[in-house]
T-cell receptor, first 116, second 110 residues
Framework: EAGVAQSPRYKIIEKRQSVAFWCNPI?????LYWYQQILGQGPKLLIQ????????DSQLPKDRFSAERLKGVDSTLKIQPAKLEDSAVYLC??????????????FGEGSRLTVL | TQLLEQSPQFLSIQEGENLTVYCNSS?????LQWYRQEPGEGPVLLVT?????EVKKLKRLTFQFGDARKDSSLHITAAQPGDTGLYLC??????????FGTGTRLLVSP
């Protein structure tokens, strides 16, 4: 079974530029998550989808970040314009059940963003 | 906002030593998961505990969920270099949401 696929693995941009990350979850997983992980810290949830609907985006900086999951499968996360503090690894995860937090999250390898 | 504080933040030990990592919060969680993350990879689930006071063992790793479901601990017996990584606890909140802890970086030297 294929795992969660993310691209690109690495991206370097200058501040005020835009960037987009792509995620393809495990087949059949209804719940998809985007997390931001600053080096050495725990992941912070940015947005959570159930199929193509948003369950939680309370910590998504909506003035610069946007995410979509149009057909309930793959998803894109966009940052425009980027700031220096956006430098982080962006992790995508998917879950089959996603119920009550007891379902296992399967993570991709992440997309490392460096903003200069 | 639910917060999960892990301690210590960083632990450097010799092969064969024992260690305990703590995960604490003032909030109650419906479940508690532990993940391990290696450099350049995403976190991988180690265990899920759902009942207050529950203890689970995974080879040399022992996980415990606090009676009040606000805290958890991870104990590693006879640590090996392969145990090196970032250990993350994560609490289940409400419907389908998982909140991650601050992380504990473990380095086990031969």
């Amino acid at each position: 079974e294929a795992g969660v696929a993310q691209s690109p693995r690495y991206k370097i941009i200058e501040k005020r530029q835009s960037v987009a990350f792509w995620c393809n979850p495990i087949s059949g997983h209804a719940t998809l998550y985007w997390y931001q992980q600053i080096l050495g810290q725990g992941p912070k949830l940015l947005i959570q989808f159930q199929n193509n609907g948003v369950v939680d985006d309370s910590q998504l900086p909506k003035d610069r970040f946007s995410a979509e999951r149009l057909k309930g499968v793959d998803s894109t996360l966009k940052i425009q314009p980027a700031k220096l503090e956006d430098s982080a690894v962006y992790l995508c995860a998917s879950s089959f059940r996603g119920t009550g937090g007891t379902g296992e999250l399967f993570f991709g390898e992440g997309s490392r963003l460096t903003v200069l | 906002t639910q917060l999960l504080e892990q301690s210590p933040q960083f632990l450097s030990i010799q092969e064969g030593e024992n260690l305990t990592v703590y995960c604490n919060s003032s909030s109650v969680f419906s479940s508690l998961q532990w993940y391990r993350q290696e450099p350049g990879e995403g976190p991988v689930l180690l265990v899920t505990v759902v009942t207050g006071g529950e203890v689970k063992k995974l080879k040399r790793l022992t996980f415990q969920f606090g009676d009040a479901r606000k805290d958890s601990s991870l104990h590693i017996t006879a640590a090996q270099p392969g145990d090196t990584g970032l250990y993350l606890c994560a609490g289940g909140v409400g419907f389908q949401k998982l909140v991650f802890g601050t992380g504990t970086r473990l380095l086990v030297s031969p």
